[in-house]
């Protein structure tokens, strides 16, 4: 997610700063950013030197005017990088988290400038889908907010407003879609195939609810799910039990090899 966020920044004629304290995780995004950019330009993209140009390495946090957040989807860790980045960036900076669940007000309330916290929720393959979910804290500005949206649009993007509540819109509604579909396997009712061409040729969806957690990160699921759950007290969001199994496995999707599905 970060290597693609900084892709479609650096496309808009943007200077980025890619940091990520596991190693080689910079090369890895850097790698899978150029690929694609190669195929973008035989669309009639930019060329993938000129817009890689704009993307440096750093060794940590750099003074921005924006930081965007796309670490692990851990309440503590992220707290931990907004109290940092606080510390780092000039006090007008915006911090913007990438979260998927984790509340916004709470990034905010760990920081010396909660009015320009805010969340800019990208969507997986981030250089092709185009919804941006700009989630307002409690603490959120009206000009913070503001820019973020002019951002997104300035990216190419489409963005929608969401309030913080736990799992926003799009993960309060997808999560449980994804719950079902791994009950359903669980329960015998049919093969992972079966469950998800059904979701998309049934719903028109582009890809189907087991497919789509495989892309996520099977991981990333039960942690949103864990939000949710806390978030609402209402069992109906708790993880399906298999979901638990196969993270406890290791079969975390599309990063480890194998999920639902198995990968080469």
Do not use: W
Request: glycine share 8%; hydrophobic share 45%.
């Amino acid at each position: 997610m970060g290597g693609g966020i900084a892709q479609v920044v650096a496309a808009s004629g943007r200077r980025v700063s890619l940091h990520d304290e596991v190693a080689g995780a910079v090369e890895r995004a850097l790698g899978t950013m150029r690929r694609s950019l190669e195929k973008l330009a035989e669309k009639g993209g930019a060329e993938p030197d000129e817009v890689l140009a704009r993307v440096s390495e750093v060794d940590g946090l750099v003074p921005a005017d924006l930081m965007i957040e796309a670490v692990v989807e851990d309440a503590e860790v992220k707290q931990g990088l907004f109290r940092r980045a606080d510390e780092t960036l000039p006090p007008e900076a915006i911090l913007a988290s990438n979260t998927s669940s984790i509340p916004i007000t709470s990034l905010a309330a760990v920081t010396a400038r909660p009015e320009r916290v805010v969340g800019m929720h990208f969507f997986n393959p981030v250089p092709v889908l185009k919804l941006v979910e700009v989630v307002r804290a409690v603490q959120t500005s009206d000009e913070t907010a503001a820019a973020i949206v002019a951002l997104a649009e300035q990216l190419g993007k489409v963005p929608a407003e969401a309030r913080d509540f736990p799992g926003f819109v799009s993960n309060r509604i997808l999560m449980p879609f994804v719950n079902e579909a791994a009950y359903a396997l669980m329960e015998g009712v049919a093969e992972p195939d079966a469950i998800d061409t059904i979701a998309k040729l049934g719903f028109a969806h582009p890809m189907g609810p087991l497919a789509l957690a495989d892309l996520i990160g099977l991981d990333t699921c039960v942690a949103i799910m864990e939000v949710l759950h806390e978030g609402f007290g209402d069992p109906k969001y708790a993880p399906c039990p298999l979901l638990r199994q196969y993270v406890a496995a290791g079969r975390l999707g599309r990063k480890s090899g194998r999920g639902f599905y198995e990968y080469a």
